[in-house]
């Protein structure tokens, strides 16, 4: 039995499944916070539940980043503070984030975030950290969907030149 085989939780992790790990625990600790901020900027509730989906997903893979880091002995980076509740009305209409902004921004984020789990997912050598990731993009890819969708339904998206007609042939 060589280092690597075994149970993959007995493994050690490379520097590359460290730093991927850290680094996605730091960016779901950021999106919490960004997400949060924009549940107090919307005002349609299908966008107000996406956004709690988005929020409940960062929890959960801040939580099992930070496990791994920690059952390594590696320091996770620190959570930033919970945000005050701020009220619609009290967003000055100036200040205020649009949910068409909101919902084009999430949507840009998730899109970035299957490409890093997907990264992540062919880089790793331990199946358990593979594994982890694919579920990540799994759960990314259906709440991608659902942004695209609910975007959609409300005239939302803004789409890239669309090519309807395609030019006629000329024989020569």
């Not at 009305?89 to 949507?107: F, H, K, M, N, Y």
Request: charged share 25%; net charge negative; hydrophobic share 35%.
């Amino acid at each position: 039995m060589g280092i690597l085989s075994g149970n993959p939780k007995d493994e050690p992790l490379h520097y590359g499944e460290i730093y991927s790990v850290w680094t996605f625990s730091t960016k779901s600790k950021g999106c919490k916070s960004v997400y949060t901020a924009y549940s107090f900027h919307a005002g349609d509730k299908d966008l107000k539940d996406i956004l709690d989906d988005l929020i409940n997903q960062s929890e959960l893979e801040i939580k099992e980043c930070d496990k791994i880091l920690i059952q390594h002995g590696i320091s996770p980076s620190p959570s930033l503070p919970e945000r005050p509740e701020a009220k619609l009305s009290d967003i000055p209409a100036g200040a205020r984030i649009t949910d068409v902004e909101i919902a084009e921004l999430i949507a840009a984020d998730t899109a970035a975030s299957l490409a890093v789990c997907s990264q992540v997912t062919g880089t790793a050598i331990r199946e358990d950290i593979g594994a982890l990731f694919s579920k990540y993009h799994a759960t990314k890819t259906v709440l991608g969907l659902k942004i695209l969708e609910m975007s959609k339904n409300k005239g939302w998206l803004v789409p890239p030149p669309l090519h309807v007609k395609r030019p006629e042939l000329v024989e020569v």
